[in-house]
């Protein structure tokens, strides 16, 4: 049991980061970006390719975090543009079809099968106390506390991490307002938000594939359904709720339902997240919050 908690505890890490970038994402636009598991999927061929290629780990991290970064960008753009010129319905079959999209250009730019990612020994056993450990927990558990700590110092000791923070806190949903707090501009403020959230979407890739040692093209759609499910059950915006209910659902995944012997189906875990992201819409409309403005 404890061994499987070990396991379930490295799952809901990289679970976590993809909760908190697409809370990160969620504070500025109001909206969730369903093309978020596309960036997951980069991080995973990035780090397949970086190991093919006798390349570190480090490397595959920072290839990760810059890729993402800047086709978070750019994706996320195109997506604001789309959101405001058309219904909403359009803007999330957008980032469905986004999604659809680059999978399909994985299969055919690398092909259908399944790669695995050959790069620590994971047969490299530490034993503390009870529990055994390899590299790769504590190489999972070692990059996940990395990164919540610079989040968690950046979203408190600087100006723009103090704005988007109470974007986060549900303090301001508009750009002036973000800016009368802290004197960050909009623009920046919304730039800032999906790069840091598409980096921590790279680096869970990163670290999902060299965890589990398996990347393939439909990886960012399989992953989709849990990344809504974090957002939605954590309560959108709030980002301590959304990297605990990774962490909790991760649990649950790896102890609970084998011990019930339940399945955890996708389809499931999909209705209850359009169950939430409906009551969650009746309420956002309720308080009329209005996406991030750029100016």
Same mark, same amino acid.
């Given at each position: 049991m404890?061994?499987?908690?070990?396991?379930?505890?490295?799952?809901?890490?990289?679970?976590?980061?993809?909760?908190?970038?697409?809370?990160l994402?969620?504070?500025?636009e109001?909206?969730?970006?369903?093309?978020?598991?596309?960036?997951?999927a980069?991080?995973?061929y990035?780090?397949?390719?970086?190991? #093919?290629?006798?390349r570190?780990?480090?490397l @595959?991290? $920072?290839?990760?975090?810059?890729l993402?970064? %800047?086709? =978070? &960008?750019?994706?996320?753009?195109?997506?604001?543009?789309?959101?405001?010129?058309?219904?909403?319905q359009?803007?999330?079959?957008?980032?469905?079809?986004?999604?659809?999209l680059?999978e399909?250009?994985?299969?055919?730019?690398?092909?259908p099968y399944?790669r695995?990612?050959?790069?620590?020994?994971?047969?490299?056993?530490?034993?503390?106390?009870?529990?055994?450990f390899?590299?790769m927990?504590?190489?999972v558990?070692?990059c996940?506390?990395?990164?919540?700590?610079a989040l968690?110092?950046?979203?408190t000791?600087?100006r723009?991490?103090l704005?988007?923070?109470a974007?986060?806190?549900?303090?301001?949903?508009a750009?002036?307002?973000?800016?009368?707090l802290?004197?960050? #501009?909009a623009?920046?403020?919304w730039?800032? @938000?999906? $790069?840091v959230?598409?980096?921590?979407a790279? %680096?869970? =890739? &990163?670290?999902a594939g060299?965890?589990?040692?398996?990347?393939h093209?439909?990886?960012?759609v399989?992953?989709?359904?849990?990344?809504?499910?974090?957002?939605l059950i954590?309560?959108?915006?709030?980002l301590?709720?959304?990297?605990?209910?990774?962490y909790?659902?991760?649990l649950?995944e790896?102890?609970?339902?084998?011990?019930?012997r339940?399945?955890?189906?996708?389809?499931?875990?999909?209705?209850?997240?359009?169950?939430?992201?409906?009551?969650?819409?009746a309420?956002?409309?309720?308080?009329?919050?209005?996406?991030?403005?750029?100016?």
């Open positions: 404890a061994q499987q908690a070990i396991h379930s505890l490295s799952l809901g890490s990289i679970y976590a980061l993809l909760a908190a970038g697409l809370t994402l969620y504070a500025t109001r909206s969730l970006y369903l093309a978020y598991g596309a960036l997951y980069m991080g995973g990035v780090v397949w390719w970086t190991m #093919r290629s006798n570190s780990i480090g @595959a991290l $920072a290839l990760a975090v810059l993402c970064a %800047v086709l =978070g &960008v750019g994706l996320v753009g195109w997506w604001r543009w789309v959101c405001a010129r058309r219904p909403l359009v803007s999330l079959l957008h980032g469905l079809g986004i999604l659809i680059a399909e250009a994985w299969r055919l730019f690398i092909g399944h695995k990612v050959i790069a620590i020994d994971s047969h490299q056993i530490y034993h503390v106390g009870p529990l055994m390899s590299d927990h504590w190489l558990f070692g996940a506390f990395a990164c919540f700590i968690q110092g950046f979203l000791t600087q723009s991490g704005a988007l923070g974007l986060l806190e549900g303090k301001s949903a750009g002036e307002e973000a800016e009368r802290v004197g960050v #501009r623009a920046w403020l730039l800032l @938000a999906c $790069a959230g598409a980096a921590l790279g %680096v869970s =890739g &990163v670290l060299l965890y589990i040692n398996d990347v093209p439909a990886m960012g399989d992953m989709t359904h849990k990344i809504i499910s974090f957002a954590g309560t959108l915006g709030n301590r709720g959304a990297v605990l209910t990774a909790g659902l991760a649950a790896g102890i609970l339902l084998p011990a019930l339940l399945p955890l189906p996708s389809e499931g875990v999909l209705l209850l997240a359009l169950l939430l992201a409906s009551l969650r819409g309420v956002d409309r309720t308080n009329v919050r209005q996406p991030l403005k750029l100016g």
